[in-house]
């Protein structure tokens, strides 16, 4: 069985930007990581907003269980009919902070 030492990979920008925009169950090293959101093209609304942020915090989550952050805040806000953006807050084990920001775009 392959084994990757997490610990190396200190760049959380990029562990959680990996995480949100890879396909679900289709990454050959593990069926869970990843997200849908790619494939979410639902009008946005509240509803839409709730579920963009349910999946990314999803997506996310690993991050925390596997030790690499203490705690993980995901926020949004609609900006206009299409587009959303996201901010992920990221607590790390010392306590510093990083703020990764994003964009959904429904179209």
Same mark, same amino acid.
């Given at each position: 069985?392959?084994?990757?030492?997490?610990?190396?990979?200190?760049?959380?920008?990029?562990?959680?930007?990996?995480? =949100?925009?890879?396909?679900?169950?289709?990454?050959?090293?593990?069926?869970?990581?990843? /997200?849908? !959101?790619?494939? $979410?093209? @639902?009008?946005?609304?509240?509803?839409?907003?709730?579920?963009?942020?349910?999946?990314?915090?999803?997506?996310?989550?690993?991050?925390?269980?596997?030790?690499?952050?203490?705690? =993980?805040?995901?926020?949004?806000?609609?900006?206009?009919?299409?587009?959303?953006?996201? /901010?992920? !807050?990221?607590? $790390?084990? @010392?306590?510093?902070?990083?703020?990764?920001?994003?964009?959904?775009?429904?179209?």
């Amino acid at each position: 069985m392959l084994e990757i030492d997490l610990n190396k990979y200190n760049n959380i920008e990029y562990l959680v930007s990996m995480s =949100i925009y890879s396909n679900k169950n289709k990454w050959w090293a593990d069926n869970y990581f990843g /997200s849908d !959101l790619f494939a $979410k093209k @639902d009008k946005l609304s509240k509803e839409t907003q709730n579920e963009v942020k349910r999946i990314i915090t999803d997506s996310i989550e690993w991050i925390v269980e596997d030790g690499l952050a203490k705690d =993980i805040e995901v926020d949004t806000e609609i900006e206009n009919k299409s587009r959303l953006n996201y /901010s992920v !807050l990221v607590r $790390k084990p @010392d306590n510093n902070t990083e703020i990764i920001k994003g964009v959904w775009n429904n179209e």
